[in-house]
């Protein structure tokens, strides 16, 4: 080979796309915007944020304020009720409707119209207290009706006797009347002052004694 083919070709020149020879002059424009859209993104994405937080507080305080104006309603109403039955309640309250049954209370309330009334012996006997089972639903405010049965067993002169007794124990505390049965007991002409009827009743003592308190079952928790 000769000399001259032995020595090296010259290197070819890459030759680059226009577009890509003319980045060089815009190129800090490019950067530019690219910082600016990205700033814009931010931007909007930060006010998406904060108005979805503005959104969940706007609900959050109407959901207070509606809460904080139904208990001052609630508030409100229990006050007119208050005033409204206040004088009702103290008056059940004094002729013992209202609160632990007080059997003295009862026995010694027959004990002094049995003396103003002049009337003949009562026996009783006492149940103990049950819960009344009512047949339709009734809102009692937090209270339970209960119910003490009397056997009661009375001599009368006549039927006078008796409603004289049921009428007087009516106005001094409450009670249901279940069953009265009255039979003669003397067949020939009567004494003076001695007994004709007999008379026997079952009442039923009430009272309203305030509910226990639901009890708040205690959660385990591993130490």
């Known amino acids: 080979m000769s000399s001259a083919s ?3 070709k010259p290197a070819r020149k890459t030759v680059l796309p226009y577009w890509l020879r003319e980045f060089a002059l815009i190129r800090l ?11 814009a993104i931010t931007a909007v994405s930060t006010s998406r944020w ?31 009720e208050i005033r409204l039955y206040q004088p009702q309640y103290a008056a059940l309250r004094e002729r013992g409707l209202i609160g632990q049954e007080n059997r003295l209370d009862w026995v010694d309330a027959m004990r002094q119209i049995q003396e ?32 003490s049965r009397m056997n009661l067993h009375m001599d ?3 039927e006078g006797d008796l409603f004289v007794l049921l009428e007087d124990l009516h106005q001094r505390s409450f009670y249901s009347p279940q ?13 003076p002052l001695a007994p004709t009827l007999s008379a026997d009743c079952t009442l039923n003592w009430l009272t309203l004694t305030p509910a226990p308190a ?10």
């Open 29 to 39: 424009q490019v950067i530019v915007l690219v910082l600016t859209v990205a700033v």
């Open 156 to 158: 009368l002169l006549h």
């Open 50 to 80: 904060y108005w979805h937080q503005a959104r969940d507080y706007q609900a959050w305080a109407q959901q207070k304020r509606n809460g904080a104006r139904d208990r001052l309603f609630n508030a409100e109403t229990e006050k007119r």
């Open 179 to 191: 069953e009265c049965s009255i039979k003669r007991t003397a067949s020939g002409p009567p004494a």
């Open 116 to 147: 103003q009334r002049k009337l003949m012996p009562i026996t009783y006997e006492l149940e103990p207290q049950q819960p009344v089972q009512m047949d339709g639903a009734m809102e009692l405010g937090g209270y339970r009706l209960h119910g």
């Open 6 to 8: 032995r020595k090296a």
């Open 214 to 223: 639901p009890q708040v079952a205690q959660q385990w928790r591993p130490q």
